[in-house]
C-alpha cells in the first residue's frame, strides 16, 4: 500500500514557473505577428506610393490630332510640304516622288526643338538627308529631324522633353535644297510614315 512518502507532488514554484513559460511565450509570438503585420503595411503603402509610368492602353494613344509642338524656333517658309499620295517633283533626283516629310527653310544655326516627349534612339549621317537625330516617343510614334547641324546637343539614350532643344539648322543634307539651309522633319508611327500636319500645327504655311 502506497505511503504519503511515494505520492509525487508537483511544487507551486515549478507550475508558476510554467505559467510563466507560457505567458512569455505568447507575448513573444504576438510581437513577433505585430512586427510582421506592420512590415507588410509598411511595404504595401510604399509600393502604393512609388510613381509609377502611366500605362496606355489603346483608347489612351495619341490620335492624328495637334499634339506636337512646332519644331524650330522660328523658320522663314515651308519649302515643301508632305504628300504621302500625290506625287512632287524633285529637282535633285528629276523625278516625280511622294513627299514624307514636312521641309522647313530656317537660318543656319535656329534652334531645333523636341516637338512631344520622348527619349532619343539615334544621331547618324543619313546618306542623303546629313546629319539626323530620331526621337522615340509613346504610342509607337517617331520624329525624325534631318539635315542638323553635325554639333548635335543630345545623344543616344537622351530623355527630353517637348521643346527641348536637340540641335541646330546645318547643311549636311547631299539632295534637295542644298543651297538652302532648311529642316526636314518626319513623323513615323509604328515604322510607317504619316502626315507631319496631323500632329503639327505649322504656323507659317
Do not use: C
Request: glycine residues 6%; aromatic residues 6%; hydrophobic residues 35%.
Amino acid at each position: 500500500m502506497p505511503t504519503y512518502s511515494n505520492i509525487r507532488t508537483t511544487p507551486k514554484s515549478t507550475s508558476s514557473e510554467m505559467r510563466s513559460s507560457r505567458t512569455r511565450s505568447f507575448i513573444t509570438t504576438a510581437v513577433l505577428l505585430t512586427a510582421i503585420i506592420a512590415t507588410a503595411i509598411i511595404v504595401t503603402v510604399a509600393s502604393l506610393a512609388e510613381p509609377r509610368e502611366p500605362s496606355h492602353d489603346p483608347g489612351d494613344r495619341v490620335g492624328t490630332a495637334i499634339v506636337f509642338g512646332v519644331p524650330l524656333a522660328q523658320y522663314t517658309s515651308i519649302l515643301k510640304n508632305a504628300s504621302l499620295t500625290e506625287h512632287q517633283y524633285n529637282e535633285t533626283m528629276k523625278r516625280w516622288e511622294s513627299h514624307k516629310m514636312v521641309t522647313l527653310a530656317a537660318p543656319l544655326g535656329t534652334p531645333v526643338l523636341a516637338t512631344f516627349a520622348g527619349t532619343v534612339t539615334a544621331v547618324h549621317d543619313h546618306t542623303m538627308f546629313g546629319r539626323q537625330i530620331v526621337i522615340q516617343h509613346r504610342d509607337g510614334l517617331q520624329t525624325i529631324y534631318s539635315n542638323l547641324d553635325r554639333n548635335t546637343i543630345v545623344s543616344v539614350g537622351t530623355r527630353v522633353e517637348k521643346g527641348q532643344e536637340i540641335g541646330k539648322v546645318g547643311q549636311t543634307s547631299n539632295i534637295e535644297f542644298t543651297t538652302t539651309p532648311h529642316l526636314r522633319v518626319e513623323v513615323l508611327r509604328d515604322g510607317k510614315r504619316v502626315d507631319p500636319n496631323d500632329f503639327i500645327d505649322f504656323p507659317i504655311k
